[in-house]
């Protein structure tokens, strides 16, 4: 089966970059994907890997190397509002739905 | 862009009842739309893939005889939780995918069992 490790937390005071790293164990992998979750929110989208390397998007970015079966995400320049729960996911061995990690709880003070 | 939407946003039922969740796409057609189950501080846990005009795949440990999902038409998928009890309490959020836009969650549907 599909199973994700993430750290269960992370605290940054604004301004701060963080960075949230993803272990993963799958049968079959189509790709690493990131979601954000405030409190009693739906997760949205961040950003996808399915290649090794790199994916800016604003002052998000994500890293994978399946070689490590690892990735991580990259928050700069951290705002309040970036206080929520961060999921990493892959598909499941059907590739059709997306399996989370437990999540990183990021808490950003001033 | 993709839209899906959940009702109802939250909902409180007598333990003994059923309740029943709609998940539609607004703007496209999902022939197969995910459901989803979280706990306060925890993951989302997989627990159907539903399928329009078939019947829903249900992961290892949930009961598909409390947890009807019917996906009639391509556009609606609904999730019935039958004899509801405390334990059922829950936030459940459906997720249908679009192409190669990925996936779009709803709102979710945080549920009481009182």
């Known amino acids: 089966g599909q199973s994700l490790e993430q750290p269960s937390e992370v605290t940054a005071v604004e301004g701060a970059i963080v960075q949230i790293n993803c272990t993963y164990q799958?049968?079959?992998?189509?790709?690493l994907s990131w979601y954000q979750q405030h409190d009693g929110g739906a997760p949205t989208f961040l950003s996808y890997?399915?290649?090794?390397g790199l994916e800016e998007t604003g002052r998000f970015s994500s890293f994978l190397s399946r070689s490590d079966s690892y990735g991580y995400l990259l928050l700069q320049e951290l705002q309040m509002k970036d206080s929520a729960s961060y999921f990493c996911a892959v598909t499941n061995q059907a590739g059709t739905a997306l399996i989370f990690g437990k999540g990183t709880t990021l808490s950003v003070s001033s | 862009g993709a839209v899906v939407s959940q009702h109802p946003s939250w909902v409180i039922c007598k333990s003994g009842t059923s309740v029943k969740i709609e998940c539609r796409s607004l703007?496209?057609?999902?022939?197969?739309m995910f459901w989803y189950r979280q706990f306060p501080k925890q993951s989302l846990m997989l627990m159907a893939t539903s399928n329009e005009g078939s019947k829903a795949t249900y992961e290892q440990g949930v009961e598909k005889d409390k947890f009807l999902i019917n996906h009639a038409s391509l556009t609606l998928s609904t999730l019935t939780v039958t004899s509801a009890h405390p334990e059922d309490s829950s936030f459940y959020i459906c997720?249908?995918?679009?192409?190669?836009?990925?996936?779009?969650f709803g709102s979710g549907t945080r549920l009481t069992v009182v």
């Open positions: 799958t049968s079959g992998f189509y790709g």
């Open positions: 890997n399915a290649l090794d």
């Open positions: 703007d496209f057609q999902a022939t197969t």
């Open positions: 997720s249908a995918q679009q192409g190669n836009y990925g996936y779009t």
